[in-house]
């Protein structure tokens, strides 16, 4: 541990259980790097992850954003390629998109894909798949109303998804954010996580909830939002 990081470990009392506003109120003081950094949010869910029927996944769209503009790009054709520009997406293409992405190339942050192109992006799958970019009409990005989903994403929709662990990681918005965005987008994550509870999850379903900026320590919360 660095000489700063050590100082704001002193922060954050040893074993401490915070109520989410309190924590928020201490985080903002826990950054010690010269960018504005992201704040974090992991979750331990009491779920099985071995169990197909106990994952939990969802899409939340956050209040107040992220912070950062969201580089959204859409692979369609025809009418919808106009669609798309105008609802502000940041580059629309076809089959010359599809051979980008599988050249490797991969600066966005979202992609969305009409459904009579799906069938072509299947070979992306390994590539996408690693960085967590394969749209599904689960999360919204594989739809025919382009322009409601371009403009979702960019305005801060995110997806969620328990990991092998049971544990969900997600950014809830910037270090430079006020005390009550960054408690809006907590509040409407966290409530989206428990509305996605699988019926078949038994005992105690939110197990730790923390906090913590890019590049410093964590704050654990009480799992209410009192």
């Known amino acids: 541990m660095g000489k700063k990081y050590k100082e704001k470990v002193t922060l954050v009392k040893k074993g401490e259980l915070y109520k989410p506003k309190e924590a928020i109120s201490i985080l903002k003081n826990l950054g010690i790097a010269k ?3 992201t704040i974090d949010l992991s979750i331990r869910l009491g779920i099985d992850p071995k169990k197909s029927d106990q994952q939990v996944r969802g899409t939340v769209s956050l209040p107040h954003g992220l ?5 959204v790009i859409v692979i369609t054709k025809g009418e919808k390629i106009k669609e798309a520009e105008s609802a502000g997406a940041d580059l629309v293409g076809g089959e010359d998109l599809i051979q980008k992405i599988f050249g490797g190339w991969l ?7 009409t459904p009579d192109l799906m069938p072509k992006i299947g070979k992306l799958g390994k590539i996408l798949g690693r960085r967590g970019l394969m749209p599904s009409p689960k999360k919204g990005s594989v739809t025919n109303d382009i322009a409601k989903a371009v403009k979702d994403f960019k305005a801060g929709k995110i997806e969620f998804k328990s990991d ?7 950014p809830i918005g910037k270090l430079s954010f006020d005390i009550d965005k960054i408690f809006d987008n907590f509040v409407e994550v966290y409530r989206s996580i428990i509305k996605a509870k699988p019926s078949t999850s038994k005992g105690v379903y939110l197990c730790s909830v923390f906090l913590s900026p890019t590049m410093g320590p964590s704050i654990r919360l009480e799992t209410s939002l009192k």
Request: hydrophobic share 50%; charged share 30%; proline share 0%.
């Open 35 to 37: 960018f504005d950094e």
């Open 67 to 71: 912070g950062k503009d969201v580089k």
């Open 107 to 113: 600066g966005f942050d979202v992609l969305i894909v």
């Open 164 to 170: 092998k662990f049971g544990i969900i990681h997600l």
